[in-house]
C-alpha cells in the first residue's frame, strides 16, 4: 500500500503530488520578491493587462532562477523525476499563456484593494497578497494538469474532474489511516463499513491495499459521518456543488477510484521495474566476467566474446560509400539472419520485414527512435503500451498470441541478451521522455 506522501498519480498529470505544496510555497514567496520590485497597484491600472502580466513573469522568472540553489527549489517536485524549481518554473510559464487567469487575479487583487487602499503595505496584507497569488496558481495548475490529462487519455476532462479526482485520493488516504488505526477509531470505521466492529481486525482492513480496493459506499459514508467524528461536514455533503455529480453516484466514484489505482499500478511498476530485472541483471553480469575471463585463456573467444564482436558490429556505423536503405524498403526474408533468429523464436521467417515495412517512419516516436533497431522499437512499445494495445499493426503481432513479441523473443531477434536489450529499450524510452514533444 502506498503511502498517502507518495500522492496520487493520473496520466499526464505532474502537479497533483503532495510536491505541490513546495511548489506552492516557492511560487508564493518569488511572487513576493516580484512585487518589491514593482507596486502591485500598478498591475490595477486599466489598460491592457498583457504588460503587467509579462513584466509580473519577467520578475517572478528571474526570483525562481535566483532561488534555484534553494534546498526547497531542488526538492523533489513529483515522482517523474522534475523538482521544485522546474515545476514552478513552467507553471509561471503557463501562466503567460493564459491571461483569463491573470486577469482573475487583476480582478481579486481590485476587489480587496478597494475595501483596503493598498492593503499589501498594512499588517498582515503581505500574507493576503501571497494568498491570492496562491489561489491563481492553485487554479492554473489544474487547469494545466487537465489539459494534459486529456491528451495523454484522449478523454475530456475538467478542471473540477482533477479537483474530484483528488478529493476521492484524499478520501482514500483517510480511511486508510483510519483503518490502519482500527483499534482507536472502532466508532468511525464501524460508520464507514457501515456494521459494528468488534475486537477482531476487521477483514476489509485487511483487503485494502490500494486505492483501487477502495469502495465506494466507504467513501460516501466517511463523508457522511465525517462532521459527527470531525466537527467539520466532509466533502459530500456540505452546500458546495463542487462535487454534486458524485454525491449520488457510487457507480461514478467506483470508476474514478478504478482508474486513479489502474495508473498508480502501472506507474510504480514502471518505477521499479529496474529492480525486478536486478538479480538476474546481477547474475548475468557474474556470469559474464566467468565467461570472459575464461575465454580470454583459451585458444578460440569464448561465446560472450563473439557476441561483444556482433554488438559492436551492429553499433557501428555505416560505410560512407553505402547508400541508406530505409527499414521499409527491405525485402521479405532478405536477410537469412534474421529469418533463422525469427524462426528460432517460433516467429514468421520474414517477421522483422513486415513489421518494418507496417512502420511509420515519418512519426514522432518513429523519427526519435530511427537510430534504434526494430526490435528495440518493439521493445519501447511493450514497455510503455502493454503488449495487446489495439493500435498495433497485425505485422508486429506474434501470429500465435496475437501480442506484440516477448522481451526474451525480441532479445533473440536482435541477436542480444535480453540485458543488453532492457539497456537499450529504457535508453530510447529516456530520449523520448526528455525530447520535446512537437509534430505528429
Not at 503587467?52 to 526547497?72: F, I, N, P
Not at 452546500?239 to 453516484?249: V, W
Not at 575464461?294 to 564482436?309: K, M, V, Y
Amino acid at each position: 500500500m502506498r503511502t498517502q506522501e507518495e500522492g496520487m498519480r493520473l496520466p499526464g498529470t505532474r502537479y497533483q503530488e503532495p510536491g505541490w505544496e513546495q511548489v506552492r510555497k516557492l511560487l508564493g514567496a518569488c511572487s513576493l520578491d516580484a512585487f518589491a520590485r514593482v507596486d502591485p497597484s500598478e498591475l490595477l491600472a486599466p489598460a491592457p493587462s498583457d504588460g503587467a502580466l509579462a513584466l509580473y513573469v519577467d520578475l517572478l522568472a528571474e526570483a525562481l532562477h535566483a532561488a534555484g540553489r534553494t534546498a526547497r527549489a531542488q526538492a523533489s517536485g513529483n515522482s517523474y523525476g522534475e523538482t521544485v524549481g522546474e515545476l514552478a518554473l513552467s507553471l509561471a510559464y503557463e501562466l503567460a499563456a493564459r491571461p483569463g487567469d491573470w486577469d482573475a487575479f487583476r480582478t481579486a487583487l481590485g476587489a480587496e484593494h478597494a475595501r483596503a487602499p493598498a492593503f499589501w503595505r498594512q499588517p498582515g496584507g503581505e500574507a493576503l497578497l501571497r494568498k491570492k497569488v496562491n489561489d491563481m496558481f492553485a487554479v492554473l495548475r489544474d487547469k494545466v494538469d487537465a489539459d494534459n490529462y486529456q491528451i495523454a487519455c484522449g478523454r475530456p476532462c475538467s478542471p473540477n474532474r482533477i479537483y474530484a479526482y483528488r478529493m476521492l485520493d484524499t478520501a482514500y488516504g483517510e480511511i486508510a489511516r483510519l483503518f490502519a488505526g482500527w483499534r482507536e477509531h472502532t466508532a468511525q470505521v464501524g460508520a464507514i463499513l457501515g456494521r459494528p466492529v468488534a475486537f477482531s481486525v476487521p477483514i476489509e482492513v485487511r483487503q485494502l491495499q490500494t486505492v483501487g480496493g477502495c469502495r465506494p459506499e466507504w467513501i460516501m459514508r466517511w463523508s457522511e459521518t465525517l462532521e459527527r467524528f470531525t466537527g467539520s461536514p466532509g466533502p459530500l455533503h456540505t452546500k458546495s456543488k463542487r462535487f454534486e455529480a458524485l454525491k449520488n453516484s457510487p457507480a461514478k466514484i467506483a470508476e474514478m477510484l478504478s482508474e486513479i489505482g489502474e495508473y498508480e499500478a502501472i506507474s510504480s511498476n514502471r518505477d521499479q521495474d529496474w529492480l525486478h530485472d536486478q538479480d538476474t541483471a546481477g547474475a548475468w553480469i557474474e556470469d559474464y566476467w566467468r565467461v570472459l575471463d575464461a575465454s580470454q585463456e583459451a585458444t578460440t573467444p569464448g561465446p560472450d566474446l563473439i557476441l561483444e564482436a556482433r554488438e559492436d558490429e551492429l553499433d557501428a556505423p555505416a560505410p560512407a560509400s553505402a547508400p541508406y536503405v530505409p527499414p521499409q524498403a527491405s525485402a521479405p526474408d532478405d536477410d537469412p539472419a534474421e529469418s533463422g533468429r525469427a524462426e528460432s523464436v517460433s516467429l514468421p521467417p520474414g517477421f522483422l520485414s513486415a513489421a518494418r515495412a507496417a512502420e511509420d517512419p515519418g512519426s514522432w516516436t518513429g523519427r526519435l527512435l530511427a537510430q534504434d533497431s526494430l526490435p528495440v522499437r518493439l521493445a519501447v512499445y511493450l514497455k510503455l503500451l502493454g503488449g495487446e494495445d489495439d493500435t498495433y499493426p497485425d505485422a508486429w503481432r506474434d501470429p500465435a498470441t496475437g501480442a506484440l513479441p516477448t522481451m526474451q523473443q525480441l532479445a533473440a531477434l536482435d541477436g542480444v541478451s535480453l540485458p543488453t536489450l532492457r539497456k537499450r529499450r529504457d535508453a530510447a524510452i529516456a530520449r523520448l521522455e526528455a525530447a520535446p514533444r512537437t509534430g505528429g
